[in-house]
């Protein structure tokens, strides 16, 4: 890695400078476009951002290694803010069946997708783990994803989860950031009642992951065939009180009260929501919890009702997007692919779907200080794209306008790299 690089002559360079935190309403869509941009980036670090003619002659930039964007888009990489990164099973025999019998995803056919991933975790090492995981690291770098967060949920016992937040940790950097997230409320065991497993084995686990640091964030799932609202709320509120950010999975099938349980105990996020009501968008647009969206998963399950986005947009709540990335729901890891759903399916405008994938992104794990944005102080995490304009990814589903990847100050992905 150069100690100095240049990056200049960017057609287009989105730097999202805006307000220190998530952005709501008109505010998403700003995208503080420069034409002709450069960037100076110190130690891996943003350093100045500006007109290619400004940056380039200050005198740090005079001995940098120089990467010429020009004629390109140039944006903040991505931060997809939950994948199932860490499994050892495939979905290839049921999402096939599905497929050629037309049929959707149900919740109950969701929770015994999840028990099939449970039986295959206990099958494999940390280290194997490690190994099958280490790929799928590598193909959202690829995409543009530089920052991701990664949930276990395939143990739901002490034994398997600490093995997958473990092998989360050992990934972590390699090549992208991952944020560890505690999903040992992904569903409730057979032979277990929602609150009895909550309370006996949730709550103190929670606890447990928090004063080992495997995890800064505790999720619970939601809605049929999982935990309903009583026997969530004991877990998260334990989870606050080790200091862990809370998240909540729910409305993807069926409307609940879930909602109201994310603003009671200030969940950090919510996602999926595609049968939100109306007095659930007003809870969320008087809150901070960020509705995350997942477009493609939507899509790939054979749902045919989306999530209310430009209601969420237009009330002033706070929309991230994710790919929702697991093998049973939804094998994509291309974050390009869930903003071409998003503008297709959602109502969201490129620019929007641009700022939930990245600024509001990173605030949905608690990382928007640190990226989601080109400014200075901030980790030079940038992507260079395929594109003259950055609307080009909102109407090319399938097809990767990632040119260049720029993690940390260091070229990871682009011509001549891998």
Do not use: W
């Not at 783990?129 to 395939?154: K, Q």
């Not at 969320?284 to 899509?299: D, Y």
């Amino acid at each position: 890695m150069a100690d100095t690089i240049l990056l200049r002559g960017a057609r287009q360079l989105l730097t999202l400078r805006g307000p220190s935190g998530a952005r709501r309403g008109s505010a998403l869509s700003e995208l503080s476009i420069i034409n002709d941009g450069a960037i100076l980036i110190r130690d891996g670090r943003i350093e100045e951002v500006g007109l290619s003619r400004r940056v380039e002659n200050l005198a740090a930039a005079r001995k940098a290694t120089v990467i010429d964007a020009t004629g390109h888009v140039v944006m903040p990489a991505f931060v997809d803010s939950g994948v199932s990164i860490v499994h050892n099973h495939t979905a290839v025999d049921r999402n096939d069946e599905r497929l050629r019998n037309g049929a959707p995803q149900t919740a109950c056919g969701q929770r015994e997708d999840i028990f099939e991933a449970v039986r295959a975790l206990k099958l494999i090492s940390k280290k194997g783990l490690i190994l099958r995981a280490t790929p799928l690291a590598e193909a959202f770098a690829r995409h543009g994803t530089a920052t991701a967060g990664a949930v276990s949920g395939y143990g739901l016992d002490e034994t398997g989860e600490v093995k997958t937040l473990r092998a989360i940790e050992a990934l972590n950097t390699h090549p992208i950031d991952l944020a560890q997230i505690f999903f040992g409320g992904n569903a409730v065991p057979d032979g277990n009642s929602a609150d009895g497993f909550a309370r006996s084995v949730l709550a103190p686990l929670a606890q447990q992951v928090a004063r080992r640091g495997l995890a800064r964030i505790a999720a619970v799932r939601c809605g049929p065939c999982a935990f309903d609202v009583d026997s969530a709320r004991p877990y998260l509120l334990a989870a606050r009180e080790s200091g862990m950010h809370r998240a909540i999975y729910s409305h993807q099938f069926a409307p609940d009260d879930s909602v109201r349980l994310a603003v009671d105990v200030e969940a950090l996020s919510a996602t999926h929501l595609e049968h939100l009501a109306d007095r659930d968008i007003g809870l969320l647009a008087q809150s901070n919890t960020i509705a995350v969206l997942t477009p493609a998963a939507t899509f790939h399950m054979g749902l045919t009702r989306f999530a209310p986005a430009r209601g969420l947009i237009d009330q002033g709540a706070i929309v991230a997007l994710a790919t929702g990335y697991n093998p049973d729901q939804c094998p994509t890891f291309s974050m390009p692919f869930a903003i071409a759903m998003a503008c297709r399916y959602l109502g969201m405008s490129a620019a929007e779907a641009i700022g939930a994938s990245t600024i509001n992104a990173a605030h949905a794990l608690a990382r928007g200080h640190n990226t989601g944005s080109i400014e200075s102080g901030k980790q030079a995490d940038l992507l260079i794209l395929n594109a003259r304009d950055y609307r080009e990814l909102s109407h090319t589903p399938g097809l990767n306008l990632v040119h260049t990847m720029v993690k940390s100050g260091r070229i990871l992905h682009g011509p001549g790299h891998c």
